[in-house]
């Protein structure tokens, strides 16, 4: 399986799982992905992030091979800097989105276009902002373009349990909902994942013979590990990962976990 190491794909999630607590890129990660890449490794990242709120780590790292974005909705080549791959909520997201809204008027909500377009703002979006270092597009539903991503709703997690059982209730269709983090509940298109685009990247990249390990802590990534031929996640990874993983690290997300699987890789390598 590991017999050719450039033929090898690392791809991680970012926040709890490649981004420690203070999400300041560790020196053990970022060397560790150096050497991963000068023995010809492909490394390369999966987040629900846009690519505005992903692009300021490039000062610490680089990707040699195209990202997943939105938590499965693109999938961006770093090298063009053009989008190979796009998939939409439907039309009926408007509604379910203005439906919770109604519901939950203090809930925080963005909505991804090519924009990050902020329609509620509370303390938790606000710090949401904060931490990805977006420049917001304060506006409303209505006037957001018709191509939309995802929708992220953020809240205290007591108030988004609330939300979620909410969901769950009304059975809404056409759209599939996830956790993304305690504090960040998600929209997203009917049966697609950081998973489904996993697939998809296979095909459009043409690494049916690479052998992927995928990296993630949350139930946003739970898919992608299924999809990879080994799925990876470290210690502080919620129990629904774990039980999906192949490998569970003894090491955090502030622990260099990274760098573990990537000593893991080196440790296969024949």
Known sequence: MFEDISKVLLITD????????????????????????????????ATGRAHQATSQYFEYF??????IMFNGGMIFDIESEKSIFDIYVPRIAKEITVDILNNF???GCEILTDKVNV?????????????????PNFTDVDN????WYKVLFADTKENLDIVEEYVNQQNFSGVDFVRS???????????????????AMRKLCSIEDYTIVAVGDYNNDI?????????VCPANAVEAVKNVADLVLTESCD??????????IFSKVN
């Open 181 to 199: 983090d305690i504090n960040y509940f998600e929209i997203l298109p009917q049966e697609n994942s950081k998973g489904s685009a996993l697939r």
């Open 14 to 45: 970012m926040d709890g799982t490649f981004l420690p607590t203070d999400k300041i890129p560790s020196k053990g990660n970022l060397d560790a992905i150096k050497r991963f890449q000068n023995a010809g490794g492909k490394f390369t990242i």
């Open 62 to 67: 680089n990707v040699n091979f195209p990202m």
């Open 223 to 231: 898919e992608m590990l299924k999809e990879a031929d080994i799925g």
């Open 144 to 147: 957001v373009d018709n191509k």
């Open 255 to 264: 622990e260099n976990a990274i760098a573990a699987v990537i000593d893991y």
């Open 105 to 107: 008027p203090d809930i």
């Open 119 to 135: 329609i509620n703002l509370n303390d938790t979006e606000k710090n949401h902002i904060k931490i990805c270092k977006v420049i």
